[in-house]
């Protein structure tokens, strides 16, 4: 399951092998060929994950010049991207994958030192006098600092706005691409299991996400500007059954929001500490509501230019996948 780019079942794993033994950095390019029609270097940090591997595809659209932070060598990374090597939690390894770089994307992945990781870059990029950071945090992040990721979030915003590097910061909503890893439970099951609500919210598609990312990267006029990005409709926790049932062509019923039974069951399939926090992400939901505010929609449509896409719309490319 995915919340604000990270999937729970790979939490584990950050904190793992791969976590303990962090290479030191070096570079390697995949291909000779580099992207002509921007100048300026971008660094993307978080570019291997859902999110951040389509904002890299987006990226590589419009020519970029890009350097792709991973964590080890032999991760898979896109023909034509230059690769550094190095950790979040070694500011030697990122302050050398910011040499040369003239921008910056910022996706930390939720972890217990999430705001370190994310001070790390930010503070190097900003001795480094990088000139432009988008981060990418999350929507109504404000209203949710008793949520761990969200807090660190806000921390990481608040340090943006008071410091002297240009910036952008996308707040998205939930990702309609969450609900890729629920094909056992909607398709055998009937079930649809995330706790959303009887009021909803305004879920976005991670390639909306991506394109508006890549597009404060390119273009001008998005210093100091916060979008919102929610999708066009709020959806509830009975309508995704109801939109489910339809595509799929059997019942499919809406199990609740019972956040005790929800909170057990993401400890078996990740480390205690994410299920609390996921837990307290949807808990805020019920409480706080996540819908679009007034504006967000019609500010999105202009970024895009195009309407972002509807939940129904990924949920029919889910199925038709699932069937192929």
């Given at each position: 399951?995915v919340?604000?780019?990270?999937a ?5 794993k ?12 070096k ?24 999110v ?5 595809r ?17 991760e898979?990374?896109?023909n ?27 996706l ?7 705001l ?14 990088v ?6 945090s ?35 909503n ?25 009021v909803g ?19 001008d006029?998005?210093f ?23 595509l ?8 609740g929001?019972d956040?005790?039974?929800?909170e ?24 706080r509501?996540?819908?679009?505010e007034a ?7 202009e970024?895009l ?20």
């Open positions: 399951m919340q604000d780019g990270i729970i079942e790979d939490a584990s950050k904190f793992g092998e791969a976590y303990i033994n962090r290479p030191l950095q570079q390697r390019q995949n291909s000779s060929v580099k992207g002509d029609g921007n100048t300026m270097k971008i660094l993307v940090i978080g570019g291997t994950g859902n951040g591997g389509e904002v890299v987006q990226l590589q659209k419009r020519k970029a010049d890009l350097r792709l932070l991973v964590r080890k060598d032999s898979a990374t896109p034509g991207v230059e690769v550094a090597v190095g950790d979040l939690l070694d500011p030697v390894s990122i302050r050398a994958a910011l040499q040369g770089v003239e921008k910056l994307y910022l930390n992945a939720v972890s217990p030192d999430e370190t990781q994310g001070l790390v870059a930010y503070d190097l990029a900003k001795k480094l006098k000139k432009h950071v988008v981060y990418h999350v929507f109504r992040v404000e209203h949710f600092k008793d949520v761990p990721h969200f807090a660190s979030k806000f921390a990481m915003e608040s340090a943006l706005r008071d410091f002297g590097v240009p910036f952008t910061i996308i707040r998205p939930y990702f309609s691409q969450n609900d890729l890893t629920l094909k056992d439970p909607l398709t055998n099951a009937g079930v649809y299991p995330m706790p959303l609500g009887e919210i305004s879920v976005v598609d991670i390639r909306d996400i991506a394109e508006a990312t890549a597009i404060a990267l390119t273009s006029g998005h100091g500007k916060t979008y919102n990005l929610n999708g066009p409709e709020v959806v509830s926790g009975p309508r995704m059954a109801s939109i489910w049932s339809g799929l062509g059997k019942e499919v019923r809406y199990a929001h956040m005790d039974a929800f057990e069951q993401m400890r078996k399939r990740g480390p205690s500490w994410a299920a609390f926090d996921i837990r307290m992400m949807f808990q805020g939901y019920l409480e509501g996540f819908a679009a504006g967000d929609v019609e500010t999105l449509t970024l230019g195009h309407g972002p896409r509807r939940y129904e719309d990924f949920a029919r490319e889910a199925t038709a996948l699932w069937k192929a």
